[in-house]
């Protein structure tokens, strides 16, 4: 531990893994460090080495088998630098230091802070506590004792945010670790929701995607079934809110109170993420989810005559222990039912601390590879069908920043439509008498001329384009220079609500 330190504002990093849950916890941590007086830092000029942080914080994820591994080599691959840099401290939260603990702190003994998902408002002190005392400090609570969402929050974009509802989950799906390191689901209550979603609209957000681990399970702590249709209603009714999503929800909740709200409450967008896991029953009951096939399907059957243009997606894990050739045909079977508009697929991997991570009957590396390629070729043909018969719609598309790689130099942009499928346009041709330049935020309206299995394309001129108070936020924001390395998440598209989930953390 050093103590040296100089007059400078001290810089920070936070290193994010995982799930939305995390992405939404590093832009508290953030807001934290720099409440607290730290600075972002600032990446190199294009080929200079990179700079290392005063602070670096890994906020992990024990979702991944291999998680502790990358973990211990990234800390291994810090130590000489630490050594070399006085003053320099280095803090790990997150799910694997709410598992791991002092393990972390006996591996690399160089860690000077562990922190749990329990209390990441304490990072700050606990940074301050370990320099002082010249020694690790490890905080680790069992339960929730701030909503994490009181705490200050650095956003990352200034059209689209984050609003966690709930955090926790009280299922206990046997292969996911949610319940073991996030504890039991705990509801923030419905006016202090909605003030959050008041003030970030006041700043210029014109999207929210509500957050949960089982998002429409909310109410549960204080009775009230029909609370997240409520809520849903709620947000139809705060002006200038055009985009409300959520994520994620639990087929065993989902009922028809939620899918009328969704119909009935305009700004609630068409779009559904389900996570699937199986469509086998008997496996679904091995997995510990409440559901069976037919529920499933009756959902989607049910959502999508209340919304005709709905886009659904899912994810499903192909391999779970013991998991048969019948069982996985029946998961076939319902991505050939449901035709999802995309599907976020997993083979199965072992997450220590799980009860499925235990269980004998693991399947073959080989056969669980047949079986996801099999099920990627199917998905894939769909999803391209599926935006293949989109050609020729109108839709009207929210800019969005950082989604389309080839963007620079080809005067292509890229914006979300209202189901959420990721448009790449002209953003060279706009309307007559259009002259400023889109931004992210502004809204505009394109005609899609090709479906491909991942994305649309609209190539024509834009039909229409309005301006909005986001864009105006994005142009104020990017006004004031603005570090580009703050928060180094792994994640696409940095600190907006990414379209649909990287992992089967939840619902
Ligand atoms: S998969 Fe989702 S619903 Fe199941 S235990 Fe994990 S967080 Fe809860």
């Known amino acids: 531990m050093t103590t040296s330190r100089s007059t400078l504002p001290r810089t920070y990093e936070v290193r994010t893994y995982g799930c939305q849950m995390n992405v939404h916890d590093s832009e508290r941590l953030s807001g934290l460090l720099e409440d607290a007086g730290y600075v972002p830092l600032e990446s190199a000029p294009d080929g200079e080495p990179a700079p290392v942080a005063d602070v670096v914080v890994f906020n992990t ?41 002092t393990t972390i702190t006996r591996k690399a003994p160089w860690v000077d802070v562990v922190f749990g998902t329990h209390n990441i408002g304490s990072l700050p002190v606990l940074l301050e506590r370990a320099r002082v005392q010249e020694e690790a ?74 957050l949960g681990q089982n998002v429409n399970a909310y109410g549960v702590e204080f009775g009230d079934r029909q609370a997240f249709s409520k809520l ?5 009714e705060i002006g200038g809110l055009e985009r409300v999503r959520f994520t994620s929800p639990h087929p065993a909740e989902f009922t028809d109170d939620v899918i009328e709200a969704m119909a009935e409450t305009p700004n609630v967008m068409p779009q559904l993420h389900m996570p699937l896991q199986s469509g086998s029953s008997r496996l679904l009951k091995e997995m ?29 894990i192909v391999g779970f222990p013991g998991e048969t050739e019948e069982d996985f045909l029946e998961t076939l079977h319902v991505v050939r039912e449901a035709r999802f508009a995309n599907a976020f ?43 293949q018969s989109l050609e020729g719609r109108v839709v009207e598309l929210m800019v969005s ?34 002259t400023e330049p889109l931004r992210p935020g502004d809204m505009v309206t394109v005609q899609v001329t090709r479906g491909a299995p991942h994305y649309l394309e609209a190539d024509g001129a834009v039909v229409a384009v309005r301006r909005t108070r986001s864009g105006d936020a994005w142009e104020r924001r990017t006004a004031e220079p603005r570090p580009t390395a703050g928060v180094g998440l792994g994640m696409p598209s940095l600190g907006v609500p990414a379209p649909l989930p990287d992992a089967p953390a939840c619902g």
């Open 61 to 101: 994820c024990a979702v991944r088998e291999n998680a502790d591994n990358k973990l211990y080599g990234n800390l291994g691959h810090l130590a000489p630098i630490k050594a070399a840099k006085p003053g320099m401290q280095i803090a790990v939260g997150g799910c694997l230091a709410q598992k791991d603990r």
């Open 137 to 210: 400090q490890v905080e680790i609570l069992e339960s929730l004792e701030v909503f994490p969402s009181t705490l200050p929050t650095k956003r990352d974009s200034a059209y689209a945010a984050w609003v966690s509802i709930s955090v926790g989950c009280n299922n206990t799906c046997t292969f996911c670790i949610v319940p073991a390191l996030r504890g039991k689901e705990k509801d923030r209550r419905p006016g202090e929701i909605l003030a959050e979603v008041e003030a970030l609209v006041a700043e210029g957000v014109s999207e929210v995607t509500l």
């Open 232 to 236: 849903l209603r709620a947000c139809g």
């Open 288 to 316: 510990r989810r409440s559901y069976r096939q037919q529920k499933f399907l009756d959902i989607i059957t049910k959502v999508k005559a209340a919304i005709p243009d709905a886009a659904i997606s899912t994810d499903i």
């Open 345 to 387: 697929t997993f083979q199965y991997s072992k997450r220590p601390g799980t009860p499925a991570a235990e269980l004998p009957d693991q399947v073959p590396p080989e056969v669980v590879k047949d079986r996801y390629q099999r099920l990627v070729d199917l998905q894939t043909q769909i999803s391209w069908e599926e935006n």
């Open 401 to 434: 920043e950082g989604e389309g790689r080839k963007d620079t130099g080809t005067g292509r942009l890229s914006g979300r439509a209202r189901d959420n499928r990721l448009v790449h346009f002209n953003g060279t041709a706009l309307p007559e008498g259009v």
